[in-house]
């Protein structure tokens, strides 16, 4: 009988512990979506491959989210750094650091392929 | 000027210098668009209001590119901006506009010329606004002047980008985002005491804040663009208050609709735009809005190229070489040519027109320089402008300066243009109007001894932004 409330118990502990997660990467996912929509398609794609409609006219293109070089580095740190200095004709965002940490999120997940994602 | 003027002529001056000092912390074209994307002028004008490819993109984007992570804008994105002029050509008076309280259509002084407070930016989320409230130092009047709200968004057709959007706006072309179509082509400034040619096309701002509209816009793969917008009258229904301040002389029956067609093709930093636009309108003549309407059909080819010399070029692979130097300079040229057929179905009939129909047809290029100094921006411009249509005595009768003896309503001469902006938010510009022919002559035009040439006109203007 014991035995078998500890299996219960451990089982909702790790029902609940990943549906927290799940939810967690949930919320990350649609506010990173919906702030990469809104800030960074333009620009970055809707495929995040640098190539968005107002990349055209610039002379340098944006960064391409799926390309591995990209993700050579430290890319946290350098999409934080980007994302508040801004860089060339990327303005700096006026983004708190749970939207930075967000679309990070969202970028990594979406545009880099699984075996290339490290962090 | 008697004491009480000189107060007030002062006492603007102090304002404007003031406006000056305000705690900015950039200067912009309309400075609120750059305050809401933390982008420098530069991004989206080469010497404004001519856009650049960007600047293109920002405004098919409907104004709503923002640094901002919420999606309205706090505080409201707004800016200003007061022109300052001086006008001279054989006729005008010495008194300053709008203290004259005799005939501010004649005052060489107009001080100001324009005041204007502009809602620039983004409303909320996809739908942004380019909205201009003026004053207007020589009418003495308030009034709703250009007009431009958009929804925008962006998905992909075919495997490339297309961009989508709406448009609401006041005057047909003010949604166009190039250069060389009527609302903002070249001269981005001018005289509002100027004498000017007594013929010009519907679709060249004479429906403008008299007519509203609703359309569609597309951009595929940054190559095609694709436009339409159906407009209705102002005198009365939903638009009305897209005309406020403005007398709604030309009143459209029923629905016109406006058209646009572009192609633009990017090599290296060279950009090129060919297109065409258009209109068709069923107009009452002047103090009709109901019975038979006259019926306009503006066609219009236009083509632009732009050099965009101000951007650092590309990145290199890394060999070794050294990277080559951002060059400071662009170069723009635009042209545009507008056939009008006129059929005079309501002013024949009345005795208005001598002709049961007609046409007008204009053309307008111009070549612009801008070189970027470490003292400020210079730009030169030179523009060849012409207008030839059928002879019409009872449309373009004899009266003098704006008449014509001959009812010619051609019209041809050049504009040469100096522009300095020592900072981006002021904008010096030194203009000279010449005409070789005015309302279908040379000499004598009106039939009461003007010549084309009285009305060659030096235009110096000074913008503020704020």
Same mark, same amino acid.
């Given at each position: ?31 990173? +979506?919906?702030?990469? !929509?809104? #800030? ?8 995040? %491959?640098? $190539? ?25 740190? +350098?999409?934080?750094? !980007?994302? #508040? ?8 965002? %006026?983004? $708190? ?23 | ?466």
């Amino acid at each position: 009988m014991k035995r078998s409330i500890l299996v219960i118990l451990s089982c909702f502990f790790v029902v609940a512990l990943t549906a927290r997660y799940g939810f967690a990467q949930s919320e990350n996912s649609i506010k990173g +979506k919906t702030l990469y !929509t809104n #800030k960074c398609q333009f620009c970055h794609g809707i495929r995040g %491959d640098g $190539k968005g409609p107002a990349a055209e006219p610039l002379m340098r293109h944006p960064a391409d989210f799926t390309d591995p070089k990209f993700w050579q580095e430290d890319v946290v740190e +350098k999409i934080d750094v !980007t994302l #508040k200095s801004g860089k060339e004709m990327m303005p700096a965002f %006026d983004l $708190k650091p749970d939207e930075i940490k967000a679309i990070t999120w969202y970028i990594s997940h979406t545009f880099k392929k699984e075996t290339q994602y490290n962090k | 000027m008697n004491r009480k003027k000189s107060e007030k002529v002062f006492f603007l001056i102090i304002v404007i210098g003031l406006m000056q000092l305000l705690p900015v912390t950039n200067a912009w074209a309309v400075p609120s668009f750059a305050r809401q994307t933390g982008l420098p002028c530069a991004s989206c004008h080469t010497v404004f209001p001519e856009l650049t490819p960007f600047g293109r993109l920002f405004k098919l984007g409907g104004y709503t590119m923002s640094k901002s992570s919420k999606p309205y804008e706090l505080p409201p994105p707004l800016a200003g901006m007061a022109q300052i002029s001086y006008t001279d050509f054989k006729g005008l008076t010495s008194c300053v506009a709008p203290f004259d309280k005799t005939n501010r259509a004649t005052d060489k002084i107009n001080l100001p010329q324009q005041l204007s407070l502009f809602y620039g930016g983004r409303i909320y989320d996809k739908i942004g606004a380019f909205v201009q409230v003026s004053y207007d130092g020589v009418d003495n009047k308030v009034y709703l002047d250009m007009t431009d709200i958009r929804y925008s968004n962006n998905t992909i057709l075919w495997d490339k980008n297309l961009i989508y959007g709406l448009t609401l706006n006041n005057s047909p072309t003010v949604q166009d985002p190039w250069n060389t179509i009527p609302a903002w082509g070249f001269p981005f400034a001018s005289s509002s005491v100027a004498s000017n040619p007594a013929a010009g096309t519907i679709i060249h701002g004479a429906l403008d804040q008299q007519v509203g509209g609703i359309g569609a816009n597309v951009f595929w793969n940054n190559f095609i663009y694709a436009g339409a917008t159906f407009y209705r009258t102002t005198s009365n229904g939903i638009y009305k208050p897209l005309s406020i301040g403005t007398a709604t002389e030309q009143v459209v029956e029923g629905t016109a609709p406006y058209w646009r067609l572009a192609i633009e093709h990017r090599w290296k930093n060279h950009f090129f735009t060919i297109g065409t636009y258009g209109m068709r309108a069923n107009i009452f003549p002047s103090g009709y809005n109901s019975g038979p309407a006259d019926h306009f059909t503006d066609v219009a080819f236009d083509a632009q190229y732009q050099f965009m010399g101000t951007i650092e070029p590309e990145d290199t692979p890394d060999n070794g070489k050294p990277k080559p130097k951002a060059q400071k300079y662009n170069i723009t040229a635009h042209a545009t040519w507008i056939h009008e057929n006129q059929d005079w179905k309501a002013s024949f009939p009345i005795g208005n027109t001598a002709n049961p129909n007609s046409f007008l047809n204009t053309f307008r290029m111009n070549f612009n320089y801008c070189y970027k100094s470490h003292l400020g921006d210079i730009n030169e411009s030179v523009s060849y402008f012409s207008v030839t249509g059928k002879t019409d005595p009872l449309l373009y009768s004899s009266v003098p300066v704006d008449g014509s003896i001959t009812g010619s309503p051609n019209s041809n001469g050049f504009i040469l243009e100096t522009d300095y902006l020592p900072w981006e938010k002021v904008k010096i510009s030194l203009q000279y109007v010449i005409y070789n022919k005015f309302n279908g002559a040379q000499s004598n035009y009106d039939g009461y001894g003007r010549n084309a040439s009285d009305n060659n006109t030096l235009y110096a203007v000074v913008w503020f932004m704020f």
